[in-house]
């Protein structure tokens, strides 16, 4: 479990840090209870999709997942399935049975090359772009058949809503010698390159190349189009495409900068440590390149989590709040900013799990937002998607609010002493990766600028005329935001969200 947490908040009406004050409490209540506190409805009116891959067309939101799941939304909280599961009939994704010879024929069924590991049919994590130049909705997806032979492929379709025409593959991996000829690879290098890298003692060399799956497509600041991709294995990898056909473009051998001729750049991970689930989001009012992925395993007790790295150019190098990223075999939750994980909150009638799998998006308003599936600590496997907003920080590093969006704008102008101060519950993240609940304690901050809890004080700040706060946390400065939304139970409360050194910290007061 987390530390208990020892606290200097600081916080000043005019933006600087006042210093840490001891002053005498008044009798407070830091007993944590939910009586009182009306309990929200967590079934995203009973849909599920997992991994879910967003895309807004003219106000409607739509979201992709593995095993052929798509649902839609007009307002980002309660969601209506349009296509689900494994079946030719399947509206969004059912067109790729009439060429299953051709899109399973590497991966994916018991058919396949290399067959599914458990004999069932495999169509995971779709992501789809509207492509600019060709006027079509493409998505991107993976078949796949073990922890590391996949294939990753696209289809096309002029609707967000399918059907899409399964089009081409794009990139392979699992192979052995015996039947990478099965594959493209040696279009792009000769056998002496496979045998050099790709293979290792007889088989896939996943310890250094990517699976082939989890891919996302995006735009750059100047308009070129790119898929990142890849979970577990060699880590995560970018790939550029052409956007006149929707297929990679191979890059030139840059071994000092990690680039494959046929997989591409090298971002993070590698050693086949817990990362997936790659996506990289442009913010142009930061000018950064965000890039989400997830940690753990999926499970509702394997720590599934989210963090984040960022960078000023596409292609990296992304690194996070202390400069750094995870290379192979690291002990890689000393990385990335912990966005996400296991938590309950009030209005919550169950602790939330394995929060993960997530894309991200600006939405024609400006306002940022991040979209993944949760678990819940029932007992159970069952998921539901969720969206939370996002806002920056004033460092630029995004800060996700504590609940999922009921269409809260934040005041661009900041809130007064006697909206923010008062009993806060208040949670730590952390940067673990196991089945522990971040539980809150009781904060309270005060109007003379202290702040008090059973086994916590210190100090606090906010920045005049701005939303943006300051605290300190067992010596850890955060930096963040204040927000006044709805809670679960579409109760009003004022919420905090900071982040530093790689952890994220939520307070919510009622």
Known sequence: MKKFISCVLAVSMVGGLVACLSSESKEKNYTVSYDGIATGDVSSSG????????????????????????????????????????????????????VADEAFAYSGSKDSIIKTDDGGTHVWAPDVIYNETTGLYYMYYCTTSTFNASNLCFGTSESPEGPFEWQAPLIYSGFN???????????????????????KSGGYNYEDYPNAIDPTVFYDAD??????????????????????????????????????????KKLLGGGHISIEGPYIMYDANTDYYYLFVSYGTLTSNGGYQIRVFRSKTVDGEYVDMNGEYPQKSAMHENYGLKLSGNYKLPSLD?????????????????????VYHTRFNDGGENHSPRVHQMLMNAEGWPCDLPYQTQGETVSETGYSMDEVE?????????????????????????SDGTCEGKEVSGTWTMT???????????????????????????????????????????????
């Open 350 to 370: 169950r602790a939330y799990m394995a929060t993960g799998h997530n894309s991200a998006f600006v939405d024609s308003d400006g306002k940022e937002y991040l």
């Open 223 to 264: 308009g070129r189009m790119w898929m990142v991709y890849g979970s577990w294995s060699g880590g995560i990898f970018l790939l550029e495409l052409d956007p006149e056909t929707g297929l990679v473009i191979h890059p030139e051998a840059d071994e000092e900068n990690n680039v494959d001729p046929y997989y591409g």
């Open 422 to 446: 008062g009993r806060y519950y208040f949670i730590n993240q952390g940067t673990d990766i196991s089945s522990d609940i971040a539980n809150p304690i009781i904060l309270y901050l005060n």
């Open 177 to 199: 010698l015996s039947n990478v000829d099965s594959t493209d690879v040696l279009d792009y290098v000769d056998k002496d390159y496979v045998k050099k890298n790709y293979i």
């Open 464 to 510: 005049d005329g701005t939303y943006y706060m300051n605290i300190t946390v067992d010596g850890t400065d955060y930096s963040g935001v204040f927000c006044k939304m709805q809670d679960e139970a579409g109760t009003e409360c004022m919420t905090f969200s900071a982040v530093g050194s790689n952890e994220s910290v939520w307070g919510v007061k009622y």
């Open 47 to 98: 849909v599920s999709v997992h991994d879910p891959s967003i895309l807004e067309v003219d106000g409607t939101y739509y979201i992709y997942g593995s095993h052929m799941t798509a649902a839609k939304s007009t307002d980002l909280l309660n969601w209506e399935m349009i296509g689900d599961g494994y079946m030719k009939s399947n509206p969004v994704y059912g067109q790729i049975y009439d």
